[in-house]
């Protein structure tokens, strides 16, 4: 097991509200228009789909950054934001910063899609690489805050990021009512390190909330059943779900999922990539791994159904080879 | 140059009105959420793209079929409906004719996209097959009308048809203006018989419409020019737009774009892969050839720019094996 590098931003952190979710939603209502609730049948239920690979940056980390940046004090904004991220969280920090003219520096592992490098370098944002097996990214964080200065935004454990993911849950809840239909009873999230989960816990108060891991990365998973938080065992474990490799968890996202009784489930390759092609046949969207994990549970059974079930297409980045790959490959 | 036969419901057709897509706007909005319009940067400038390849069939044409099979009389419905389609107005046909209950026969190509005609029988259809180069479609389905009875919902030479497709533009206007952006002065438009291109003309009389064929099939835009109908010359010849692969178009859609002086424009094989690339990368979107025409359009530089410039993206059913070689042949 590897030892865990302390959290950059450790010991000065508010828990996330379900007030501050709220708030989010009204902040990035203003700038993003929601993205689309699909339905998808499923053994003949209903699950919708909230198609977040839609959004500008292609993944809902969009959100978590807008509202994070938004409320940064002036002299906050002006000594610049650090960003830690496999590349969707580094292109919505991105994103945001571009728009608030705010200089942004994003940690990266150097072995993350091409895409997703290209399209965080192209925001504008300073891209640092790091090596995802031998290197800490939070212990690089901390190192440039120290010297250079700046806000951590970091991808999960924050307070902000966790709010803003959240607002998936009510946009969702909002298209949901729109169609005549309750709130989500039950929510399937793709989980990295846990701050949609989190966020999607605050948001839906009375839904179930599922969170779904790649076979190998699913600390959260054994970390909720072990009562404590516990890391990736083998950070060399192989996984497509780039988007979801996260070592483990903070005690912030972790206190929401555990308080909520969120449940973990693991994925395999395979399921993953029967969801990538079913989310290209039936619904026409370009959907990552990553970003197909808690698709992949329900068409394996392994996320049951329920009345009104929510479940995120959380990202859509993919180099065009590795897509035409998994399109191939049955 | 191909001898057409003769529309199967020629001399019996009312003209489509701009009252008339109004009214498909209403129906169509009780029954299916607008599909996204999604901004994408070409050149420094920003078009807004219509995401038709979400709706549940995968295509707009979903729209002309509803409009027309809601305005059937009891007797009409309980006789049934003949479609002829490549395959996207063949799902649309069949999807409302299921919700609809009404029996719906369509005749396809032999040679249609696989998912096409599977989608087309799963959704409840008889699916008719014939030879594009060597048979006549229209000639097929007025045997059938002759010796079953039915109504023909024909692919694009109907006024419910081109009313119900010009509620894209309705719909792109009214997500414009809730962005507080004017109606589209130019839309740009994929274009196989010109029934989107008909309707567009109707729904929206002050924007620009520009058709967009794939090279070998662009006898509206050559019949533009001639002032009179002319039919694609060689039907064998080859395109990866399917879903365009119109002989000619018939008076009812010509009138109209004459009227309007819109203007066609022939998109090549390698600018339509293109575009279908630059959807999957930057809009996380499906997109089939023949609906990547209009994009493919903008992007080589052959339609120009405007101040809130529309472009279609109309359809995304294709074969998994097909879009992989797409990505990967660059």
Known sequence: MTEQSPHPAAGSMRAPTAGGVARAAEKIAEILPPTPLLP???DG????????????????????????????????AAAGVVGVSSGNHAQGVAWAAKRLGIAATIIMPSNAPRMKLDATRALGAEVILYDRVNESRDA??????????????????????????GTTGIEASAQLAARGLGSPDRIVACCGGGGLSAGLALACPDAEIIAVEPEGWDDVTRSLEAGRILAVEDLAYPTECDALQTPQTWP?????????????VAVTREEVRHAVRVAFERLHLVVEPGGAAALAAVLAGKAGFSDTMLVTLSGGNIDPAHFAEILQAR
Chains 1, 2 share one sequence.
Not at 55 to 72: E, M, N, S, Y
Not at 145 to 164: F, Q, S
Not at 252 to 264: E, K, P, Y
């Open 252 to 264: 912030i996202n972790f206190a929401v999922l555990q308080a909520r009784g969120v449940r973990g």
């Open 45 to 76: 239920r209903t699950i919708w789909c909230k198609a977040e690979c839609l959004q500008p940056v292609g993944a809902f980390k969009i959100r978590g950054a807008w509202h994070r940046l938004t409320d940064l004090s002036a002299e906050e």
């Open 140 to 165: 690089i964080a901390a190192e440039l805050l120290r010297t250079r200065g700046g806000t951590l935004v970091h991808a999960y454990g924050d307070p902000w990021i966790i709010e803003g993911q």
């Open 40 to 42: 998808l049948e499923v």
